[in-house]
């Protein structure tokens, strides 16, 4: 099955947990919880579903494949896995997922709506990235608000 194959069965939990499980596994507890804050912020500021967020061009790297093809493929192995996946820290990322769509975890990036590495903020940052004020920095992310 091909990714356009699989996308259709994969549930907006799932997209989530799994945005934040390829985006953030590597950060602690509550830099998963801040990527997700993120895209729920996206996702209400744009009136969008957060699956719509999540699988926007050009907006999170891990679902293309030319956003990082490691990363991307790891994802989709996973994903591939639906719904037997044991893998504990994805089982995590489900349930962040849960309580951002309950409202059970709160707000933890005071809004903000975009994130990148601290090490690319602070050597390069990209272009939108320069005017928009930093609200916080969790593990290893910088996170900035647009408005």
């Given at each position: 099955m091909t990714d356009a194959e699989l996308l259709p069965y994969i549930t907006q939990r799932h997209v989530v947990a799994g945005t934040l499980w390829a985006e953030?596994?590597?950060e602690p507890?509550?830099?998963r919880i801040a990527v997700g804050n993120v895209i729920r912020t996206r996702a209400h500021v744009r009136r969008q579903t957060v699956r719509q967020v999540c699988l926007a061009p050009s907006q999170f790297?891990?679902?293309?494949d030319a956003?990082?093809?490691a990363n991307h493929l790891a994802l989709m192995t996973l994903l591939r896995a639906l719904p037997a996946i044991t893998d504990s820290l994805f089982r995590e990322c489900l349930w962040i997922a849960d309580g951002l769509s309950t409202g059970a975890l709160l707000d933890n990036v005071k809004g903000a709506d975009h994130y990148l590495t601290t090490a690319l903020?602070?050597?390069d940052p990209p272009a939108w990235a320069r005017t928009m004020p930093v609200?916080?920095?969790i593990?290893?992310?910088t996170f900035l608000r647009s408005a």
């Open positions: 953030a596994r590597s507890i509550e830099g790297s891990c679902w293309a956003g990082g093809r903020y602070d050597t609200v916080c920095v593990g290893r992310h």
